[in-house]
């Protein structure tokens, strides 16, 4: 189904003025029979047909009106065939027996597990304050909006491809660009491309590990790479956003970019994580003092002996080595012991 873009005038502000002044004539036209009926059956009777039936006839010309604002179409059809889409904000009018169609006009899309849909009058059921259900109809829009829409998708539990469960959720920009594909080719556009971020979201997160690991391959070239959920955040949205372009794009919608929003352990396995990270920290930072500390030590004994200070044999060395390395790695100030006796 191909896009059809209808050249149609924006005449809607003279048809409106006319079809009220046909009214107005109409009245006149009306009153005229009336007083005509006094003293002439024949033409009252046809003044007064007519009259009515050009009011009768006024109703179909004001259902040919359409208004659009900026950023917004509506795809018709007559009597069940398309016939185009009219795009652009002005005041149109239009075959009284066109329909517009929009399968989607009654469905909210903000999270994928938030979709409420409706039906050309969408009814929805309002809590009163004593308990009572109040039904009220909500007249739903057919115009498909051409902006610029956000789909803020819930957070979803994936494992990634170490097996780790992980809680993420990602927000889609996106915008309808054939209005014809959108309408036709699926069921719900708007159903659909949040089926569709669902889907695309798994079948990336779980190529990727969580934090960078050894022997992964998350480029599919063979090589072990050092891609990952936190790491390479960037690169995760990227593949993403072209997973979700390729599955929507016979719906007529276009991606424009896709944000991880929100990007955790779940809660089952982050206390666990949470002390694997502290543990490697931790020996991250052992492993850097004990670094500076050996280097403190070489410094100390290359001066002493440089300035030759003091001659010490190997044994005492040893003892000095321990003495430094317990003062400089140990995670208590230490307390000084002075030696006034002989170094023997």
Known sequence: MEEKILQTRKNGMAVLLLTLLGYAAAVALFVYSIVLLDDSLFPGVLLLILAIAYCIAGIFLFCGLRVLKPQEALVLTLFGDYIGTLKGEGFYWVNPFCTAVNPAAGTKLSQSGDVNSGEGGMAALLKAGNGSSIQTTELT?????????????????????????????????????????????????????????????????????????????????????????????????????????????????????????????????????????????????RKMIVDGAVGMVEMALDRLNENKVVELDDERKAAMVSNLLVVLCGNRDAQPVVNSGSLY
């Open 141 to 285: 829009s057919k115009k498909i909006s051409l902006k610029m829409m956000t789909l803020n998708n819930s957070r979803q539990k994936i494992n990634d491809c170490l097996g780790n469960p992980v809680e993420i959720g990602i927000a889609v920009i996106w915008r309808v660009t054939d209005t014809a594909k959108a309408v036709f080719n699926v069921d719900n556009y708007k159903e659909y491309l949040s089926l569709q971020c669902d889907s695309a979201l798994r079948n990336v997160v779980r190529v990727y590990p969580y934090d960078v690991a050894p022997n992964v391959d998350t480029t599919g070239d063979g090589v072990a790479d050092e891609g990952s959920l936190r790491g390479s955040s960037e690169v995760v949205a990227a593949r993403i956003r072209d997973e979700i372009q390729k599955n929507v794009e016979q719906a007529g919608i276009e991606v424009v970019e896709a944000r991880i929003t929100y990007l955790a352990y779940a809660p089952e396995i982050a206390a666990v994580m949470l002390q694997r990270q502290q543990a490697s920290a931790i020996i991250d930072a």
